[in-house]
């Protein structure tokens, strides 16, 4: 059966302002992913990636614009879309203290899932990630790259359509990056995700990716990564991003 | 989800997981249990001589010093919980977990609501942990007191962690807990009914007195005092009740507003 919903996150005419700010954090974001899409939003710290993230999730109410997840609208239909989105964030959010396996019938049961159903998902997830040696573990005991692992096969237990990642392979060494980055492109296409993937490392964009490069609190370049080049008539993403630098773009702290 | 997924899975998803943390995180499962019994067997031990407690309700008979504080050592266990509880939502906060929890799809008031229930149980357990020493211990309290004084320790439990949610939703970071905790835990503690009755204090300062009476950590002692005795104190049960509700709203309002 086709998909009636065409966009899994559609963000439209997004605006925003933290209370007592002069300038407007977010002004005019809009952008949109169909399933099996990855989107990167890049932009160097400051920009509003992290404002925005917290927007689509419903963590911050929104003041201006709309945002739906698979058909469903943030504001109004809080806890569908919630139920349709799968979260990694920046910093680590697993209980240090409980073993992988509680970490996930923790999340599972958050989700709803009942027991059958989560034990099931939980053993799909931790085959996936090559994780079911660790599944006793406590989360302590794992390295950066296992519990980041962990934290995706958790952000995908209850089998959301949108899949959002913030800034999720910080700290992370280059091979490990690499090896996430690789994975979550291959689980996009296999299950028809659409991902959002915010970062300021321009080396975990792809060529066919979508890009969205925010500044300021404004996209300022949209469209997939190979049209952009080709546009700007840039060689790679680094340049592209000198070209923006020397236009007086604020992409200092851009990792290259 | 369908409706008893909804509610009652992410329910009991939040209590398995507050109950493997308190048996995981041993440091906290020892002090719960060391701390109560300290008091009842090196405090109460040396109290027992200078203080004698006369017939007051609920009791019947006079009674040794080590069994009237019971109850108080009991809701004591039950402070420091909601204490604890409070604080490990400052230290999910900082550490982005309260996040995880805020994402679920269930409405925020009832993870909140669920997140106390679960902070009430792990609290019941060292209740009665405390009580099973304490019977070996020869402190022995009426047998269906133990099943009866329950539903007072869920409600209390959940009063108590209501005011550490409260607590802990004005605390912006986690150095600032353990100061505001001396000016809530020890008042509370010694400004009540748990080590002296009421009328003790207030022959030695009627205005201590009043306080101890405006405090409701007071009828959080003396509901769980009568429980255990079979009996019900209906103001007890009325101040409980009504802090709860006040603490609660308070909370899940500040919550939502942060």
């Known amino acids: ?256 | 989800m369908n409706g008893r997924h909804a509610y009652w899975t992410p329910f009991r998803g939040i209590v398995v997981r507050e109950c493997l943390r308190f048996l995981q995180q041993h440091e906290r499962f020892l002090a719960a249990l060391v701390r109560p019994l300290v008091w009842l067997f090196v405090f109460a031990a040396g109290f027992r001589a200078a203080l004698g407690v006369s017939i007051i309700p609920p009791y019947e008979t006079y009674i040794t010093y080590e069994t009237y504080i019971v109850p108080g050592l009991v809701a004591m266990v039950q402070l420091f919980n909601g204490m604890q509880s409070s604080l490990s939502l400052i230290v999910d906060r900082e550490l982005g977990s309260m996040r995880i929890l805020m994402l679920a799809p269930t409405p925020r008031w009832f993870l909140l609501f669920s997140k106390l229930l679960a902070g009430a149980v792990v609290s019941v357990l060292q209740v009665y942990l405390f009580l099973v020493i304490a019977w070996f211990a020869d402190i022995r309290l009426p047998l269906l007191g133990y099943v009866a004084v329950l539903p007072a320790l869920m409600l209390s439990g959940v009063m108590l962690g209501s005011l550490g949610m409260l607590l802990s939703s004005a605390i912006r970071q986690l150095e600032n807990f353990a100061g505001i905790m001396n000016f809530v835990i020890f008042p509370m503690f010694f400004l009540s009914s748990a080590l002296y009755p009421i009328w003790k204090i207030g022959e030695a300062s009627p205005l201590l007195e009043q306080i101890c009476r405006l405090n409701p950590f007071t009828y959080v002692v003396e509901f769980i005092r009568f429980s255990l005795h079979l009996k019900l104190d209906g103001l007890s049960v009325v101040v409980v009740s009504a802090s709860l509700a006040l603490f609660l709203t308070l909370a899940v309002w500040r919550f939502q507003r942060n």
Request: some cysteine.
């Open chain 1, 1 to 256: 059966m086709p998909d009636p919903v065409p966009y899994l996150l559609d963000v439209s005419a997004l605006c925003y302002r933290y209370r007592g700010a002069d300038q407007a954090a977010l002004a005019d974001i809009s952008l949109r992913i169909e399933g099996g899409g990855f989107h990167a939003l890049l932009g160097p710290n400051g920009a509003g990636k992290t404002t925005l993230f917290s927007l689509i999730t419903g963590l911050s109410g929104l003041q201006q614009g709309s945002v739906s997840i698979a058909g469903a609208d943030i504001a109004r239909q809080r806890l569908t879309a919630l139920s349709r989105m799968g979260v990694v964030f920046q910093q680590p959010t697993l209980d240090l203290d409980l073993t992988v396996e509680q970490n996930l019938r923790y999340f599972a049961a958050l989700n709803g899932l009942g027991a059958k159903q989560a034990r099931r998902r939980i053993a799909e997830e931790l085959a996936r990630f090559d994780l079911t040696p660790r599944r006793r573990e406590r989360i302590r005991q794992l390295n950066g790259g296992h519990r980041r692992r962990v934290e995706i096969a958790r952000a995908l237990l209850h089998e959301p359509r949108l899949l959002l990642f913030d800034e999720a392979t910080v700290g992370l060494d280059v091979p490990t990056r690499q090896q996430i980055v690789d994975h979550v492109h291959r689980l996009a296409e296999e299950q028809n995700i659409a991902v959002l993937w915010t970062t300021h490392l321009i080396d975990e964009v792809y060529p066919g990716d979508t890009v969205s490069l925010l500044d300021r609190g404004r996209v300022v370049a949209q469209g997939t990564c190979r049209q952009l080049l080709q546009e700007r008539k840039a060689a790679d993403l680094k340049q592209l991003f000198a070209q923006l630098a020397a236009r007086d773009y604020a992409a200092r702290e851009v990792a290259l």
